[in-house]
């Protein structure tokens, strides 16, 4: 009987090598966090600490026509978080199915701005996202290939129209974005995005821009993005400007500052401004991250206010 187990088992392991060069490979990597989070005064928040848990796999493949697949898969909190499939066609450049995250197009340049503690300085505050790109990105179609030394994207994201005689009347068609990014000069790079993104009832679309110059020097990083949205008739436009820096203190300890300030081209609203400080110290698998940020004017309302402070200790295995 042994014996009939040793040839089994050899027999199995025979042709499991015998086929790994075209099953690919499957990595898993985990993250575990302890986080510490304060809000306004006025804001009940409960016990400041949480723990966050995030496993990922990422696997791929060649195929016989050399083309290679990548996919991968996260969770957070033991919950479905992203994913997403793309194959990578070589010089012809690469083609993306996205859930839950942006490689291409317009989404993939929402915020280019610098940060080194947790969180951007509208993030986790009320109004965020306010002056932003805003395209979904689940279920969304991409391509990025590579012209002239310069990064062409674009994307897509068919509306959920549900009449048979075409676009539906709740719906305003499927939204698309094309979006190019490069060297500018030495140590400066930049983009631009372009989209059209349908809106949640007929007519209602929006056009949204947006272009960065970032710049390196040494130990300091900085960056400006301006962004407009231009809304349907009869709505006031939005546009926003972000500016921020970064300075690497040595090869672990890193600080910097950041801010978004949102015009809503109303005359009846206050220009919203975010602020934030952040700082990270990271030794190996291990960082220590912190961010203090505020808001004034939340959605135009001039005398509102918000407040996030976060410290996140975070370990990668």
Partial sequence: MDKLKKLGLTALAGSLVATSAYAGSLDVTAAASIKYVTEDEDEVTGNPFSMGRTISFKGGGDMDNGMAVNFYYTMADAAYSSAGLNIDMGDTGTFYFENGTAATGIMAMKDMIPVAGTEQAYDDMAGDGNGLASMADEGTLGFKTTLMGYTASASFNKGGDTSTGGESATQDGSSHSFALSGDIADGVTGGLAWADVSGATANASETQV?????????????????????????????????????????????????????????????????????????????????????????????GTDDKHTEIVLSFAF
């Fill in 210 to 302: 947006t272009t960065y110059v970032k710049y390196v020097m040494g130990a300091f990083t900085s960056a400006v993005q301006y962004s407009d949205i231009s809304k349907p008739a009869g709505t006031n436009d939005i546009d926003s400007l972000g500016y921020g820096v970064t300075f690497a203190v040595n090869e672990n300890l890193s600080i910097g500052a950041s801010k978004l300030d949102v015009d809503f081209n109303d005359g009846t609203k206050t220009d919203e401004e975010s602020t934030a400080f952040g700082a990270s110290y990271t030794m190996g698998s291990m960082a220590l991250k912190g961010t203090m940020a505020n808001k004034d004017a939340v959605s135009g309302a001039s």
